[in-house]
């Protein structure tokens, strides 16, 4: 069973923009923070920027005016708006989603997104 599905990545060229989603299956419940983790060739998954259930949120510094989180409580969605995307922003992008009394961790399959001329 999927429970996080992504979409929204792709090919864009330097100063272009994306806009990811991530729907979470309704079997998730209760859920706290969402976010989104990227990877990029040869280096180690880092945090992008998290969003807890009352909105607030939190962009690592090298997104810091150029990329949005946000979420739809109502529709289990979480976003992540990407602007003047950089080549240093080619990664595979990851949802993650923490919830319950327990604090489950969810992830997704990873959405492409490639910044290039």
């Known amino acids: 069973q999927v429970l996080l599905v992504e979409s929204g990545g792709g090919l864009v060229q330097p100063g272009g923009s994306l806009r990811l989603s991530c729907a979470a299956s309704d079997s998730i419940s209760s859920i706290n923070a969402m976010g989104w983790y990227r990877q990029a060739p040869g280096k180690q998954r880092e945090l992008v920027a998290i969003?807890?259930?009352?909105?607030?949120?939190y962009h690592v510094d090298s997104v810091k005016g150029r990329f949005i989180i946000s979420r739809d409580n109502a529709k289990n969605t979480v976003y992540l708006q990407m602007n003047s995307l950089k080549p240093e922003d080619t990664a595979i992008y990851y949802c993650?989603?923490?919830?319950?009394?327990?604090?489950?961790?969810?992830w997704g399959q990873g959405t492409r997104v490639t910044v290039s001329s």
């Open positions: 969003i807890a259930s009352d909105g607030s949120a």
């Open positions: 993650h989603v923490v919830a319950g009394p327990a604090n489950a961790n969810y």
